[in-house]
């Protein structure tokens, strides 16, 4: 697509429960990356994709958070049995093969009660 | 003027002034440099990088400026206008660390008319 699109845009779950984000890359970028924006802080990386593979997963915080990317283009972000602090805005962005220039998409407002 | 503490540094500037925003980097391995703006509810968008192998980069009303002896990279941004309002973000990236960017706390940038 034109540029990068993530769904659901806004999502408020219940404690506990699983929850699933996705992104949709811009078409040719091979490489995807996941990021966390908690209130009024930085983007906190969480995983890199390169194709469907994930050669860099050092950011997850906790054996909760998985991703996967299939076909080479959309992935999915899950966590399992949500807490209150997974609470954030999660964003999703791409690139060309071999660059790092990061094209956003809006991001994922995850709320957990 | 500028705060810093739990919240976000803030830099407050008059309409048709310049504004620069710094940014102190972390990694001296760190080659490729972009600088992005967030409005409230959307994605960091781009506004312009810079490679190590450069000084300067000049773009439209923003210039970069990277000094690699002290880490230090600044945005300037020409005759600030209210739509200037928003986030500014420095990010890294290590060339042999794969795509992934490193972000810096980032500076509200406040625009009165």
């Known amino acids: 697509g034109a540029g990068v699109s993530q769904s659901p845009s806004n999502k408020v779950t219940e404690k506990g429960k699983d929850v699933e984000l996705r992104c949709d890359p811009i078409s040719g970028h091979t490489a995807l990356y996941w990021y966390r924006q908690s209130l009024g802080q930085g983007l906190e990386f969480l995983i890199y994709f390169q194709g469907n593979s994930a050669p860099d997963k050092s950011g997850l915080p906790s054996d909760r958070f998985s991703a996967e990317r299939t076909g080479g283009s959309v992935s999915t972000l899950t966590i399992q049995r949500t807490q209150q602090e997974d609470s954030a805005v999660y964003l999703c962005a791409s690139s060309r093969a071999g660059g790092s220039l990061h094209t956003f998409g809006s991001g994922t407002r995850l709320t957990v009660v | 003027g500028e705060s810093v503490g739990l919240h976000l540094p803030t830099l407050s500037v008059q309409e048709g002034d310049n504004s620069i925003i710094n940014c102190a980097y972390s990694n001296s391995a760190s080659d490729y440099f972009i600088w992005y703006k967030q409005e409230s509810g959307k994605g960091p968008q781009f506004i312009i990088d810079?490679?190590?192998?450069?000084d300067k980069r000049q773009g439209q009303r923003v210039t970069v400026l990277l000094n690699k002896t002290v880490k230090h990279l600044s945005l300037q941004i020409a005759a600030t206008q209210p739509g200037d309002s928003a986030v500014y973000f420095c990010a890294e990236n290590v060339g042999n660390q794969g795509g992934k960017l490193i972000f810096g706390q980032g500076t509200e940038l406040s625009v009165k008319p």
């Open positions: 810079i490679r190590s192998n450069m």
